[in-house]
């Protein structure tokens, strides 16, 4: 078996590389090891001695963008740059020397990304001590490094939304409006309309009062008011806000959202302008009638129509008809419409209308349409559509009945056949060469398979034809020029007046996945390997604290064999102290109802009484229909003893500052009392000087 491979040894420059392990592995311990890196939320990453990598698990793919296949084999170097494969020289050396560690590191994914990861890393030696690789947990704190950019593009998409949008303080005072709110209400700059009260831009300010009150009792109010711009003119806005609550439930402010609905409220009075022209319409016709202006909006829908859509005429008068339309009837009915305006009458066309509960209806839009006049001034065309909709669907079920049988045997990778109870061939959709549909065709299926399988091909047959249920077996053919080929095979009764009249086969190849549950079964003893060797201490607990299993690094840590730790609770152990026992009790509770907990720091005591800090993380897995508990224990004792000395050195340098500081106040003290007494012998010296003149000139 190779180490960390993947079922054949790694070649690079000629040589096959990888460690040859023995042993077998026992089938409970081999699931164990599978579920413990299918819950795994880090990547596990092995190389060999030389770089080259030899294992990586999904999720270690996963975070690099490969497949995991595309991973095996490449050098560590080819997913870094130049900068980064420096780096990574020095930390490999420092592998070799045995030296464990910890470290944020950035790589280039598939594609040409950049990856944020935390490592931490490990060397594995032979059963001589030498290096032969090492081992990686990764992490992908690539989120966390864009989390700052995120929340400024959530600020940006706020400041750049088409509605107006604005926020007030618990007062009812501006705090915030972004540039359409602006824009809406003609004011040129935010500081014209921030710290004054929400109430001053509406038209009444009893009505916005009204709002604000509502607000204080429910926390929510949607509805349309009146607007009063800069200029003093009315406009219509329909109005969503919401009061903002800390975590505790007490009002911080108020977010409002704005749309300008002033055109759908002319459109409304249009309307009810010609109520009694259309009445007679409404009431009596059983198509569904619209009347679209010139640039495309709805100016009235009828009962019929609203039936049909789903959806309110408040939803629907104002808006833009393309907004109903599905995406390949946009063009069409546009081109439409416009030729109608210019009065060339168009002939029928069927176009999807989306519902609001989600789903798709067809019209047929009646050939030509009504022009709608309002004082002399024509203000849109009447159309009329009838609902085809259950016609379009039976004429798609005919058509898809037609093409159904010939898209799933021509189209498909299984082998698709209808035999008769003798197991005569009576149609096939496709052979593997060298056969051929025609030869086989009339042909026994026992011809295509060894003797030694014709016995559970028989019993199945006569099975469904006896039962008139469903059955299926797997079996494998030797085919010329390719080898054994293996097929999973369901048979499906083809009954006729209440009798099986005959079989319909469907072979799948499974060929691939019998070589990969071959893999699967050769791969068990590395998945074994990479818990061996994992860097910190992995264990596994049942739901009471009793170790299952450990590995080395889990010895190691707590001074105990696996075999004195197999069978006994983290209690009887006593590897924690009394007073830190309640908080593991309960991060066990938390694994018994699912949840991953960590990390979380413990005071671990080893066997010889030491006392070692560990930072633990634990995850909550499902070996053999057991829920039982994934602990990793990582040594934080050089993280510690790091934060002790910095705090040490802080307080010797502080020490060595007040010494310093001293020592200089005596210097210049001592400096202050030299100068004095070179100041007072120049003065003695230029005395003496003067004398012995006076003497020498009056002898």
Not at 70 to 99: N, P, W, Y
Not at 115 to 121: E, F, G, Q, R, S
Not at 535 to 546: E, I
Not at 667 to 691: D, S, W, Y
Request: glycine letters at 8%; charged letters at 30%; aromatic letters at 8%.
């Amino acid at each position: 078996m190779k180490l960390f491979g993947h079922g054949k040894k790694m070649k690079k420059g000629g040589k096959s590389h990888g460690r040859v392990v023995s042993g077998e592995t026992p089938p409970l311990i081999e699931s164990k090891y599978r579920n413990f890196l299918e819950v795994l939320h880090e990547g596990i990453w092995v190389i060999d001695k030389d770089a080259y990598t030899t294992f990586v698990n999904p999720r270690m793919a996963e975070i690099f963008g490969y497949p995991v296949n595309e991973m095996v084999g490449k050098h560590l170097f080819s997913f870094m740059d130049k900068k980064s494969i420096a780096t990574c020289k020095r930390l490999l050396g420092r592998r070799q020397r045995g030296i464990r560690e910890r470290h944020e590191f950035e790589f280039i994914r598939k594609g040409g990304g950049r990856i944020h990861a935390l490592l931490a890393t490990s060397p594995i030696t032979n059963d001589k001590g030498n290096y032969i690789g090492a081992i990686a947990s990764v992490q992908d704190i690539t989120e966390q490094k864009m989390a700052d950019e995120t929340l400024r593009v959530k600020d940006a998409a706020i400041a750049s939304s088409i509605n107006a949008i604005a926020m007030a303080d618990i007062k009812g005072n501006l705090t915030y409006v972004n540039p359409s709110f602006l824009k809406m209400w003609g004011y040129g700059n935010d500081k014209d309309v921030l710290g004054k009260p929400v109430v001053k831009f509406w038209e009444t300010e009893k009505c916005a009062l009204e709002v604000v009150k509502a607000l204080r009792r429910r926390g929510l109010w949607t509805g349309e008011l009146a607007a009063k711009k800069k200029d003093g003119s009315t406009f219509y806005v329909q109005l969503l806000a919401n009061a903002v609550k800390d975590e505790g439930g007490k009002p911080i402010c108020t977010m409002a959202s704005f749309a300008d609905i002033t055109e759908r409220k002319k459109a409304e009075e249009v309307l009810r302008e010609s109520e009694e022209k259309y009445r007679f319409i409404v009431d009596n016709s059983k198509e569904a009638v619209f009347i679209i202006s010139r640039t495309g909006k709805v100016l009235f829908i009828n009962n019929c129509m609203l039936g049909i859509s789903g959806y309110s005429e408040n939803e629907v008068v104002g808006k833009s008809i393309t907004r109903f339309l599905t995406g390949d009837s946009v063009k069409k009915a546009l081109f439409a419409l416009t030729q109608e305006f210019l009065g060339r009458p168009q002939p029928e066309i069927i176009v999807g209308v989306k519902t609001k509960s989600g789903g798709i209806r067809y019209l047929e839009v009646s050939r030509g349409s009504t022009p709608v006049h309002e004082k002399g001034k024509q203000i849109g065309i009447l159309v009329s559509a009838m609902d085809v909709t259950e016609r379009k669907k039976a004429e798609t079920e005919l058509k898809d009945s037609e093409e159904r049988w010939t898209s799933l045997t021509g189209n498909t990778n299984d082998i698709i056949m209808m035999v008769d109870n003798k197991g005569v061939i009576r149609y096939i959709n496709k052979t593997i060469p060298p056969y051929t549909q025609e030869g086989t065709i009339g042909k026994s299926l026992y011809e295509y398979t060894q003797a030694e399988q014709h016995d559970i091909m028989r019993k199945s047959l006569k099975k469904v034809f006896k039962r008139g249920e469903p059955d299926s077996y797997e079996i494998s053919s030797k085919i010329p020029k390719i080898g054994i080929v293996w097929f999973n095979t369901k048979m499906v009764p083809v009954k006729r007046d209440g009798s099986v009249d005959s079989v319909i086969m469907v072979s799948t190849d499974i060929t691939e996945r019998k070589k990969a549950e071959e893999a699967i079964r050769e791969s068990e003893e590395r998945f074994k390997m990479i818990f061996e060797y994992a860097p910190d201490a992995y264990y596994l607990n049942d739901l009471r604290g009793n170790f299952i299993d450990g590995n080395i690094a889990a010895e190691k840590l707590t001074g105990y064999k696996r075999d004195e730790l197999v069978g006994k609770s983290f209690l009887k152990l006593k590897l924690l102290p009394a007073d830190q026992i309640p908080r593991a009790a309960a991060l066990l509770v938390r694994n018994a109802i699912g949840h991953a907990t960590g990390p979380d720091e413990f005071k671990l005591l080893r066997r010889d009484g030491t006392e070692v800090p560990v930072e633990i993380r634990t995850y909550p897995v499902e070996i053999a229909g057991k829920k039982t508990v994934l602990g990793i224990a990582h040594d934080i004792t050089n993280r510690k003893r790091l934060e002790e000395e910095s705090n040490r050195r802080s307080e010797d340098l502080a020490k060595s500052k007040e010494e310093l500081e001293r020592k200089v106040e005596e210097f210049e003290r001592l400096n202050r009392l030299a100068v004095g007494r070179e100041l007072k012998m120049i003065e003695l010296k230029k005395r003496i000087e003067e004398l012995e003149k006076d003497e020498k000139q009056n002898p």
